[in-house]
């Protein structure tokens, strides 16, 4: 998320806007991998464990495939594919994270509880 706009910038003399909107295919897809992570893991019941497991991948092939681009020429189309992957599986990596935290952390410690709420306001 730094490196790139950085690489842009520095190595394809873009501008910090050009930069930022060069970002937008990774940043785009974040939340969709988010989504993949509810779905797998609440509609689904995906152990969460399994889901970091599958998602992992995704990051390092992203990162692998845009390690591998050519510095020397101009941004190529492929990388906006890499860093849909990379996205991707920070999303569901990061999703799936969030949703483990009332597995991991007793009830009185969580930061809000419904449970003082009427029940009509809930749903």
């Known amino acids: 998320m730094i490196i790139l706009p950085q690489r842009f ?3 394809n003399g ?5 930069a930022g909107y060069r970002l937008l295919a990774l940043t785009v897809v974040f939340p969709v991998g988010a989504f993949i992570a509810g779905l797998l893991t609440q509609r689904l019941k995906f152990p969460h464990l399994w889901v970091l497991v599958g998602s ?6 992203g990162l692998a495939l845009l390690g591998t681009l050519n510095s020397e020429l101009p ?6 594919g890499y860093e849909v992957i990379l996205g991707i599986g920070f999303g569901i990596t990061l999703g799936t994270c969030i949703m483990m935290i009332p597995l991991v952390v007793s009830k009185r410690d969580m930061g809000m509880n419904f449970s003082f ?6 749903s």
Do not use: D, G, K, M
């Open 9 to 11: 910038q520095v190595v």
């Open 14 to 18: 873009n501008s910090p806007l050009q």
């Open 117 to 122: 709420f009427p029940c009509h306001l809930i």
């Open 56 to 61: 992992a991948p995704l990051q390092v092939i």
């Open 75 to 80: 941004i190529q189309a492929a990388t906006y």
